[in-house]
């Protein structure tokens, strides 16, 4: 019998989950997963916050749940709490009433929510997006998703100087100068994915100048509040320095690391519109996106992210759970950077120390990665991109030694850099 099926082009695999299949596959006892982002152990194991699972409990013996629809738009507690944590819970912003925010499907959902409004209630029909960005080899997912979204022109802006394993600021604003009016401009609101460098508040500064100049529309994802230094507040400021200055945009949080709720799909999107006036209008154009792409949103992440933030015990042990991870995740660059110093490994390795949050950008050329994967079974992006949580004390020294073998096997050539 004939297919219709025919002639389907063979799509490229998810870099990322590519590789945690095969690392699950591998059975090689020394194996180690640098490749995707979710936070692991000092026992190189998943962590469920002991929080979540106190919460969970306390929800499954509580009579008054039930499995019924959230609205369209979501658990208002939850989005509320999600915005004020965005936002401060003193925003001018959140008290005159400009700001509202939407339960999404984590952060992924959220950007896709945000595209199909941005371009086909606004119009807008351009973005710009790092380089590098999220998932850069085969395929960026900025770009997939605002395609898919409906936009038309993907562009990308500069943001990284390979000499100096640093932000080019001076290129991003460059590149940014030649944006039409109304490009949309992805920004990640902390903790940069890939290269976990950040903008200093100076840097946000210049960008935000330029974004109100030329009239270009800011778009923050935010997928580590909290885990760039371990401070929910500091990790915000970018995004509050734009609400102060009374800039309008759209913000899109994941819940997925911060709770170690990846597979629950716990997300919010923030607008801050510049008044009220368009507020209702605006909610309903999204409730009817929501409703033609997948009707309502989940509960059960996002009850346990609500009940803990709007009870100050809670939050508190929370918090203390952030400063766990992200102090995990110090010590873990401190641990790798020594061991190569100490072994003397070609190349300048401080980035490691200096660059936050979850991921290191290392340099790592794809011909040294690849090595890493086929003779010591370590698993990491072809970029280069390696996950900081993978690291635990039993297997630095393994790590170290085996970046160190592999840098002297086969050095850094002029034509791998692509400065
Ligand atoms: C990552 O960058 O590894 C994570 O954000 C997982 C993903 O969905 O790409």
Redesign the pocket.
Known sequence: MSTRFTGIKLGPPIE?FALQKSFIDDTDENKVNLA??AYRTNEGKPWVLPVVKKVEKLLAADDLQNHEYLPVLGLEAFSEAATSMLLGANSPVIAQGRAFGIQSLSG?GALRVAAEFLSRILHYDTFYYSKPS??YVLIE?HRLVFTNGGFKNACEYTYWNEKTRNIDLEGMLNDLKDAPENAVIVLHACAH?PTGCDPTLEQWGKIADLIQEKRLFPLFDS?YQGFASGDLDKDACAVRMFAERGIEFICTQSFAKNFGLYNERVGNIVFVLADTKELIQTKSQITLIIRGMYSNPPNHGARIVSTVMRNPELFEEWRDHIRTMSSRIKQMRVGLHQRLLKLGTPGIWDHIIQQIGMFSYTGLTERQVQHLKEHYHIYMLRSGRINMCGLNESNLDYVANAIDETIKLFPQTQSDCTC
């Open positions: 990322v995707i982002g992924t999220w998932d997912n994915n997928a």
